[in-house]
C-alpha cells in the first residue's frame, strides 16, 4: 500500500476515536512527556492501536497521541516518537507527520533532549533550532515521491520558520526563560558520539547534537508544515566536560527543567 493511503487510513482511525482537526502540534522528546498533562479535555490514543503506526521502544517514551484543548486552540501532542535506531525504516519515522498532514496540521513544535557541543551552553539550556546538518547518511524522500505529499525536490532553505523563532525569541525574554540559537546536528545513534566526532561536529558548526527531528522536519517541509524546533541541552557532548554520558543523566536533566519546558510551550500555543 503506498504511504498517503496508509497515512490516510491512520487518519480516519484517529477521526473516529474524537481526534479533530489540531491547530498545532507538538512532539515531545525524551524526558518531556509530561507537557501533554496540561492539555484539558484530552483524548488519549496509543500508538499500538492505530493502524500502520510504528511503536515508541524507548522506555522513557511513553508512545501515545493526546489530543484536546490549551487556551481555547486544538492541540495534538505526540508522547514520544519513534527513532532510526530502533530499527525503523525512515518511511516509518516520518509517518507520524504525514498522519498529521492528513488531520489537517498547519503547525509543528517539534522537541528533542541533544547534547551541548557549543562550549558557551550547559545542561538545562533550550536551544531554539535555526538550522540542522543531516549526518544521518539517508533522506527520508528517498525513493519514488508521493505527490500526495509534495513535490519531488522541496525547498530547505527556511526548514525552521524564522518569524516563529523571532516570536520564541521574544517570549523567552519576557517569561526570563533564556533561550540560546543555534544548528542542531543528527546522528544516527543509537550509541553516543566520540569525542573525536564531537570536534569534528563543532568544526562544521553544530552547536548541539541528537539522534531525532531532522527527518521529521524534513518531511514537514516536504508537506508544507510550518516547524518550530527545540532542543534541551539534557548533557553536554562527549569531550565537552570530559566526563561519561548517560541516558540517565539525559532524563534527569529533562525532570528538572520541566517546570520551563512546560511554561515556554503554554506560551508558544498561547501566542501562536
Not at 139 to 165: C, H, K, T
Request: proline share 4%; charged share 20%; net charge negative.
Amino acid at each position: 500500500m503506498e504511504e498517503h493511503l496508509k497515512a490516510q487510513e491512520a487518519a480516519h482511525y484517529l477521526e473516529k476515536a474524537g481526534i479533530g482537526k489540531p491547530k498545532i502540534g507538538v512532539i515531545l522528546g525524551s524526558g518531556l512527556g509530561n507537557f501533554a498533562d496540561e492539555i484539558e479535555d484530552a483524548v488519549e490514543i496509543p500508538y499500538k492501536e492505530i493502524p500502520h503506526f510504528p511503536v515508541s521502544t524507548v522506555q522513557s517514551h511513553k508512545g501515545q497521541f493526546v489530543f484536546g484543548n490549551l487556551f481555547g486552540k486544538a492541540v495534538l501532542a505526540m508522547q514520544g516518537r519513534v527513532h532510526y535506531y530502533e530499527g525503523y525504516t525512515m518511511n516509518q519515522v516520518i509517518f507520524p507527520i504525514r498522519v498529521m498532514q492528513k488531520l489537517g496540521l498547519p503547525s509543528l513544535i517539534i522537541t528533542n533532549a541533544a547534547g551541548g557541543i557549543n562550549r558557551h551552553y550547559k545542561t538545562g539550556d533550550f536551544m531554539l533550532i535555526a538550522d540542522h546538518i543531516n549526518y544521518l547518511g539517508t533522506n527520508p524522500l528517498i525513493g519514488s515521491n508521493e505527490q500526495e505529499f509534495g513535490e519531488r525536490f522541496p525547498d530547505m532553505s527556511s526548514a525552521y520558520d524564522q518569524q516563529w523563532i523571532s516570536e520564541a525569541e521574544r517570549i523567552g525574554r519576557e517569561s526570563e526563560i533564556s533561550l540560546r540559537k543555534g544548528i542542531y546536528i543528527a546522528v544516527t545513534g543509537p550509541s553516543f558520539e566520540t569525542p573525536a566526532e564531537i570536534r569534528m561536529f563543532e568544526k562544521i558548526g553544530a552547536d548541539a547534537v541528537g539522534m531525532s527531528t531532522v527527518p521529521e522536519v524534513i518531511a514537514a517541509n516536504h508537506m508544507g508544515i510550518e516547524v518550530l524546533g527545540i532542543s534541551c541541552i539534557t548533557n553536554m557532548a562527549a569531550g565537552v566536560l570530559h566526563q561519561k554520558i548517560t541516558s540517565e543523566e539525559v532524563i534527569e536533566t529533562a525532570k528538572r527543567v520541566r517546570p520551563d519546558f512546560i511554561r515556554l510551550l503554554k506560551s508558544l500555543i498561547k501566542e501562536k
